[in-house]
């Protein structure tokens, strides 16, 4: 991506690929129509939470809109409202599994786990941790059990929030023999009828109940 800033009233050009800037286009186009932004991703509702205040405070008017032909428009200032509605955030626990790419940082630590779900993730974690591991955990496949908060109606992932609780022992590798204990135990349900043994189990939950 390249930056350009131009004179009059401030013009800021930032280029990247068409791929990019058509999807750009669509996140617009949406925001635009519906005058929310209660459907982004939590960066990009920020962002343009960011430019609302800005507009708030200062009066200023933005006009964003990509190079693409008949390109969707959004305009932020002190009459809209781009700011996302009160949504509730609960504390949660989540195991992430994948291969540590970095690991310290002068102030604040943190580690950085490259995984299959969420791309690359930033975890804070005390130094004091860091300082007593005993072997180089770079590059190496782990399981990270951390606290976060998680969004109560979608479940989406507040990835700023992530502090550290445990390193969890990962192998992933491929294992027959599990493999197969897995099969034989769940060969049993290849013997019942769905729908009988439905009622089997809400018969004897009403005995219970009865009882």
Known sequence: MSYEMEEGSVRHILKTSIQTIIGFNAIIAQVDS??????????????????????????FSFLITTSIM????????????????????????FYFYGKITNAGGKDKANIHV??????????????????????????????????????????????????????????????????KGLRNKAAWLNEIEPESWLREVRYHLYQLKLW
Do not use: C
């Open 34 to 59: 519906s005058r929310s932004i209660d459907f982004l991703e939590i960066n990009t509702a920020k962002a343009l939470e960011s430019f609302q205040e800005t507009a708030y405070k200062k009066d």
């Open 70 to 93: 008949d390109s969707a428009t959004l305009t932020i200032d002190k009459s809209t409202h781009y700011m996302r509605s009160e949504t509730v955030w609960l504390d949660a626990e």
């Open 114 to 179: 490259l995984t299959d779900e969420y791309g690359t993730i930033r975890i804070d974690i005390p130094q004091r941790v860091l300082q007593s591991l005993e072997d180089n955990i770079l590059y190496k496949p782990f399981g990270v059990r951390a606290m976060g908060r998680q969004q109560a109606e979608t479940g989406e992932l507040d990835k700023s929030s992530l502090h550290f609780v445990e390193l969890v022992d990962y192998h992933p590798k491929y294992d027959e023999s599990y493999l």
